[in-house]
């Protein structure tokens, strides 16, 4: 199983990808919904105001680092080497590195973690066959661990000295070339048992890019942000919290690409984000919380006193409405998916499904790879990938970035149109129809890239005002005649299963859920999770509000953790399936706590 976990010190899950075995075969048109309860919306398209990044921002030249110099040159030998092996290589890449983290979190006043860390780390791919077949293709079966990624991350010394750099890329170069020659023994061996149907080749060449960014600097003030933290984390122990904390990561990445396809590539970008979290345990024993995060490309962006003031105050009043609420039952119904947790909604039940790497994958389920060009949404809903998106309306997406980790510029990728399937999120490893990466090839160092989504977009051509969507429940509510319908307004994050061996389901773990009664009384309840199947899911989309909201997180997969949006109207569906959630047998603490403070220190 794989996950995507939102950042933070009380991080929710968000959900992807896992499992293995036979590829499971979809019918050829799906089921459409019956016309009677199709609701009709008004021609007005959902608000998006997006900021792309121009082909030639941050350009520098003149900022190039001696390390690309010193990478190309040893690429160029490795690979003269390696060309001339009884088992060639036909590709080479280095990618580098060099990454400062800085992370402080305080709680009840207190600081608990302070920690300032750098490291540089080197991933070398090495492909030994042909593009049609090498060592990268996955095995018919897993049994032996070799389909699983090996986790590895090369050791480079820091600074420009020439002589270290070039050992350390020789010495991992050498390990990673026997691997991946022993790799192809075992993928030809494979592929002399299985069926000599034409597959798609392995993978996609790209053209060259020469692209320099100037190196990033981290501006911030240490001991205010321990200051502001403390204050924070001691404001945050109100009403029925226990537990109050309050975190900041900021961190400093610049990465260096070279490829034997002549890619010279060198990124530099910092990012922080802030949290506040609260907590308490029910007398049933269910962990309660609640969390509230913000992202910017610098600590400067990051919320001043007065908001953080308002972050507490949600946080805090939400939490206290939770420990008071009842527990619910499992219901099937209409429900209100509101902006953040239809964002979430999207990245489990669609998002995963269209990477591209997962039609081909033989344990995969490929829930949408016979399905391009066909409807799967309502015809007024688009859906596109694009990581060139700096901010929409206002906000500053956590999925930006300009070249993907397999040195391809990142690039729009639609993947639905007018309700119909039209693409894939790709990386440089072809499928059919889909021959080449559009730039979301994405890892973690010391994983193999595999295509994952950045920056996910929800549009709609034809909306409603949030206050008109409640009313549209109420008549779907009255319609189905069911008791009660369901408005889900925050989540912690969710997970998915894509693979054949398991069933082809979703979960989305949400925080703040209402019933909603016909009469328009609404009620707070706790407890459930939202689950699913995705074909069905996305046929259930029946309205969609103007007003559009951003999830921002992080997802882990197969290729590790990578920073990810998610963005979308609030969405009415006709019918969602509720599920009790998992209550640990516990119980709150026996005595109190010595005291709670009152004051700020």
């Known amino acids: 199983m794989r996950w995507i976990y939102a950042l933070g010190a009380a991080a929710g899950l968000l959900g992807c990808p896992g499992g293995s075995t036979a590829t499971v075969k979809q019918p050829p048109t799906p089921p459409g919904p019956p016309a009677e309860i199709r609701v009709d919306l008004p021609s007005i398209p959902s608000k998006v105001e997006v900021t792309r990044s121009a082909p030639t921002d941050g350009h520098d030249p003149s900022k190039r680092s001696p390390l690309l110099d010193i990478m190309k040159a040893e690429n160029e030998r490795q690979m003269a080497a390696l060309r001339a092996q009884k088992e060639p290589a036909h590709y080479l890449a280095y990618q580098l590195v060099e990454q400062r983290v800085v992370n402080l979190e305080a709680e009840g006043g207190a600081l608990i973690t302070d920690s300032d860390d750098s490291a540089r780390n080197l991933d070398v791919e090495v492909r030994v066959g042909t593009p049609d077949l090498d060592n990268t293709r996955n095995l018919a079966s897993d049994d032996n661990g070799l389909n699983s990624p090996l986790t590895r991350r090369g050791v480079v010394p820091f600074g420009e000295d020439k002589q270290a750099i070039s050992n350390a890329l020789w010495l991992e170069t050498d390990r990673r070339y026997r691997e991946a020659v022993t790799a192809l023994g075992y993928v030809r061996q494979d592929q002399s048992t299985l069926s000599k149907q034409k597959a798609a080749p392995d993978f996609a060449s790209d053209k060259a890019d020469v692209y320099v960014e100037a190196p990033a600097t981290l501006v911030f003030d240490k001991q205010q942000w321990i200051d502001r933290l403390k204050r924070c984390s001691a404001k945050a122990l109100k009403g029925s919290a226990t537990r109050g904390s309050c975190g900041a990561v900021f961190q400093q990445n610049t990465a260096w690409f070279v490829n034997s396809e002549g890619d010279q590539i060198q990124l530099s970008w910092t990012n922080a984000q802030m949290s506040v979290s609260v907590g308490v345990k029910a007398d049933d024993g269910m962990s309660l919380s609640r969390l509230e995060q913000r992202f910017g490309r610098q600590p400067g962006d990051l919320p001043g006193d007065p908001d953080i003031d308002k972050m507490i105050a949600t946080v805090s009043g939400d939490l206290d409405a939770l420990h008071n609420a009842p527990l619910a039952e499992p219901y099937v119904g209409p429900a209100i998916l509101e902006g953040r ?213 992080v997802c882990g997969a197969e290729s590790g953790w990578v920073p990810v949006s998610a963005s979308s109207p609030s969405l009415l569906i006709e019918r969602l399936e509720i599920e009790k959630g998992f209550i640990p047998p516990d119980r709150p603490p026996l005595l109190g706590p010595p005291s709670i403070r009152k004051e700020a220190p």
């Open 341 to 553: 947790a239809a964002g979430v909604f999207f990245h489990e039940v669609f998002g995963h499904r269209i990477e591209g790497h997962r039609q081909k994958e033989l344990t995969s389920g490929q829930t949408f790879a016979s399905y391009v060009g066909k409807d799967i949404a309502p015809e007024w809903l688009s859906v596109y990938d694009d990581p060139q998106i700096s901010t929409l309306n206002g906000n500053q997406l956590n999925g930006f970035y300009r070249f993907d980790d397999e040195g391809v510029r990142a690039q729009r990728a639609p993947l639905i149109d007018q309700g119909k399937l039209v693409g894939f999120v790709m990386g440089r490893n072809p499928i059919k129809g889909f021959a080449q990466s559009n730039g979301h090839g994405r890892r973690s160092p010391g994983l193999p890239p595999v295509a994952r989504q950045g920056n996910l977009v929800v549009e709609v051509t034809k909306s409603v005002p949030r206050a008109d969507l409640e009313k549209l429940l109420v008549e779907e509510i009255k319609r189905q005649k069911r008791p009660y319908g369901m408005i889900f307004t925050d989540i912690s994050g969710g997970f998915t299963n894509t693979s054949a061996f398991a069933p082809q389901a979703f979960k989305v773990n949400p925080v703040m859920a209402y019933k909603l009664y016909a009469d328009g009384k609404k009620e707070l309840v706790r407890g459930i999770d939202i689950a699913g199947t995705p074909l069905v899911a996305l046929q259930s989309i029946r309205a969609a509000s103007r007003e559009v909201e951003t999830f921002n997180g």
